[in-house]
């Protein structure tokens, strides 16, 4: 599966952004998906995964409350919405993809990747 992410930009504090991260070669509604952050000469942290139904969704501390991870299945796309956006939330932020029903917040299980997305929070 090749996994497309889009929608980073420069924001400032307290905005909103949504990211998308689209796959192709494969239907994504089989696969749990994730996104991760990763701030220069910091190690990629996870930020948000959803299982491959919906039904599953698991949040770092540092973004729960204020992002929102979301699946269109049809669309074969899953979002991350984000709101309230602080100075810290500034990253690279890449989705990653695993098969399986299961969610997790390692980089290490998830074998597809995309590309990455700047997001900017400027005060």
């Known amino acids: 599966v090749q996994l497309q992410a889009s929608g980073g930009g420069l924001v400032q504090v307290g905005g909103s952004l949504r990211l998308s991260c689209a796959a192709s070669g494969r239907a994504v509604s089989s696969y749990a998906t994730a996104w991760f952050r990763q701030a220069p000469g910091k190690e990629r942290e996870f930020a948000a995964a959803?299982?491959?139904?919906?039904?599953?969704?698991v949040y770092a501390d540092s973004v729960k409350g204020r992002f929102t991870i979301s699946r269109d299945n049809a669309k074969n796309t899953v979002y991350l919405q984000m709101n309230s956006l602080k100075p810290e939330d500034t990253a690279v932020y890449y989705c990653?993809?695993?098969?399986?029903?299961?969610?997790?917040?390692?980089?290490?299980?998830?074998?597809?990747w995309g590309q990455g997305t700047q997001v900017t929070v400027s005060s």
């Open positions: 959803i299982s491959w139904s919906s039904s599953s969704t």
């Open positions: 990653a993809a695993t098969n399986g029903y299961s969610i997790y917040n390692l980089p290490e299980d998830y074998p597809f």
